[in-house]
């Protein structure tokens, strides 16, 4: 069973960065195929920055590239999301997700960490 604990969130004002973090643990998960969601008040969850299968790519959103960076220790079997620029519009619950470990499971998600931009 895989288990998904992420740690970084909080409030900032426009322009500012954050860091959140994503820790794994349990048996059958691959932080190479872990990724970062959000789902703002009223909206549908997003992927934000995700790994592109088959490759050593990563897809971000439009709404993020050049400003998020998704970055992994395998040591410490931990991902994280730097983020940069950040706008109000940036405000959400920031998950990590893992997909699906083993044919017929569900996909995996963490209880989510909150990021409110202020302007």
């Known amino acids: 069973q895989v288990q998904l604990v992420e740690s970084g969130g909080g409030l900032v004002q426009l322009g500012g960065s954050l860091e959140l973090s994503c820790a794994a643990s349990?048996?059958?998960?691959?932080?190479?195929?872990m990724g970062w969601y959000r789902q703002a008040p009223g909206k549908q969850r997003e992927v934000v920055a995700a790994?592109?299968?088959?490759?050593?790519?990563?897809h971000y959103a439009d709404s993020v590239k050049g400003r998020f960076t998704l970055s992994r220790d395998n040591a410490k079997n931990m991902i994280y999301l730097q983020m940069n620029s950040l706008k109000p519009e940036d405000t959400a619950v920031y998950y990590c997700?893992?997909?699906?470990?083993?044919?017929?499971?569900?996909?995996?998600w963490g209880q989510g960490t909150l990021v409110a931009v202020s302007s």
């Open positions: 790994p592109i299968t088959g490759s050593d790519s990563t």
């Open positions: 997700n893992h997909p699906p470990p083993l044919p017929g499971d569900l996909e995996v």
């Open positions: 349990g048996s059958g998960f691959d932080i190479n195929d």
